[in-house]
């Protein structure tokens, strides 16, 4: 208790999905007091991600959560297969050519976060369900104000994480401003059960020039999470509701998955599309208070990059915490390196964007060119969204890309 009669915490966290619960597992395992402040008292599907990237799957290595995932609801895809206008465009076996040997790795986003909280938990941290944080006063000690069963609270942090997600209210509690591309993809995404699908490839169609693309990742016994990504322009009106999967399934069958993909599946959850544009907070951290994942940046979901960035986000924080006491120098050592990590992914995304999904004469003639040189010779897919912010990605790399070399 503070002099003033108040609950104290090392760390809040304002949010229990997967960037706040990873960060207080592995705080409380270092002997920090760390509260997780989490809505929801039973996750349920939103239609989030389920595939991280093999580089994704690093960070969760080098967090100690990866075999936690893996042994309690993970399911490992090796090969990435890529095909447009009815040809394979590529055919990628991720464990013989990425660095972290891993392919996409996929699970249930709500069982994830129930396996990370209860790890949570075991590992010393207090987690509040059905708990809301409400206020934010930055400073220090940061005073982070909960409502839980009709009740209020306010406790006292050294430092708190706005791990709120993508419609984060911590950024605006905690005064920071934001920025947002404008907007040019949507991104649509259902669980489906009893899918065919073979079940060790993500499976990744592209209609190039129609501004469409569509994503099966199974997930092993016969569940996959199917997405369609179209372009604002296309015409196509949200995919959601009951009636929206004949739409989802003929809009994908017609660009070229296979319709025996699709065999019998049903839906096991909701359909819901959202708009892709990123919107991001500009160094997030401030006084006290530090945002990480898709509070500190959403990224466009059509490029699968969010869970990988929100444990990039975790090892750093992580990392700049540790290494010294004064944490508020930690905070804006994190927001740099966030930064840094998040640009890269960014501004790749962009140039996929550009390729796969831009319309018009223009993104035409750019894709006449930079496909068929892209399928005789799949290095010059960037790589970053597969093997992370480390991978080569000046501007040599767009170049070879669009091949405008
Ligand atoms: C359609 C779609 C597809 C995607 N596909 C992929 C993919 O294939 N691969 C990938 O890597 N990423 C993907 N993503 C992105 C990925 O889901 C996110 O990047 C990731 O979930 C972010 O994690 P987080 O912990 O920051 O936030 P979240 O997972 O959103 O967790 C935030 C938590 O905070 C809680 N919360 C919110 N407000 C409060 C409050 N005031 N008080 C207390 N608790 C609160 C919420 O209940 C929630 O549990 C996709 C996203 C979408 C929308």
Not at 104 to 116: A, D
Not at 231 to 241: A, E, I, N, S, V
Not at 370 to 398: I, K, M, Y
Request: charged fraction near 25%; proline fraction near 6%; glycine fraction near 12%.
């Amino acid at each position: 208790m503070s002099a003033g009669g108040r609950r104290t915490y090392d760390i809040v966290t304002i949010g229990g999905g997967i960037g706040g619960a990873a960060l207080a597992k592995i705080m409380a395992e270092r002997g920090h007091r760390v509260l997780v402040v989490e809505r929801e008292r039973q996750f349920k599907d939103r239609v989030r991600g389920e595939a991280l990237a093999p580089w994704g799957v690093g960070c969760a290595r080098d967090l100690g959560i990866f075999e936690l995932l893996r042994s309690d609801c993970g399911h490992m895809l090796r090969y990435w297969n890529i095909y447009a206008g009815g040809q394979q465009l590529m055919s990628r076996d991720l464990f013989a050519t990425t660095p972290q040997e891993a392919g996409w790795f996929t699970y249930y986003h709500p069982t994830m976060q129930e396996t990370l909280l209860r790890a949570t938990a075991a590992a010393g941290a207090e987690v509040r369900r059905g708990a809301q944080a409400t206020d934010v006063r930055p400073g220090s000690p940061v005073l982070i104000t909960i409502h839980e069963d009709g009740g209020a609270e306010t406790v006292e942090a050294r430092l708190a994480v706005g791990a709120d997600g993508r419609s984060a209210a911590s950024r605006r509690l905690g005064r920071f401003r934001s920025e947002q591309d404008p907007s040019r993809l949507l991104f649509a995404g259902v669980l489906l059960d009893d899918v065919p699908a073979p079940e060790d490839v993500f499976y990744h169609v592209a209609a190039p020039g129609m501004g469409f693309v569509a994503y099966v990742f199974p997930q092993g016994g016969g569940r996959a999470r199917a997405y369609f990504g179209f372009h604002k322009d296309t015409g196509l009106q949200r995919l959601q509701g009951e009636t929206g999967f004949s739409r989802f399934r003929d809009a994908s069958e017609r660009i070229g998955i296979p319709p025996e993909f699709y065999g019998e599946a049903r839906p096991a959850g909701p359909l819901a599309t959202f708009d892709g544009a990123d919107s991001w907070v500009p160094h997030p951290y401030a006084n006290g208070v530090a945002l990480i994942g898709d509070a500190a940046a959403t990224s466009d979901p059509t490029w699968g990059q969010g869970m990988s960035l929100t444990l990039r986000d975790v090892r750093a924080l992580r990392d700049a915490l540790l290494s010294t006491s004064d944490w508020d120098a930690a905070g804006h050592a994190y927001a740099a390196e966030h930064d840094r990590h998040y640009d890269v992914i960014h501004r790749v995304d962009g140039w996929y964007a550009d390729i796969f999904m831009e319309l018009g004469p223009e993104a035409d003639a750019r894709r006449a060119r930079a496909l068929p040189l892209a399928a005789q010779d799949p290095t010059r897919f960037p790589d970053p969204p597969t093997s992370g912010p480390e991978a080569p990605h000046d501007d040599a790399v767009r170049r070879r890309f669009f091949g405008e070399e």
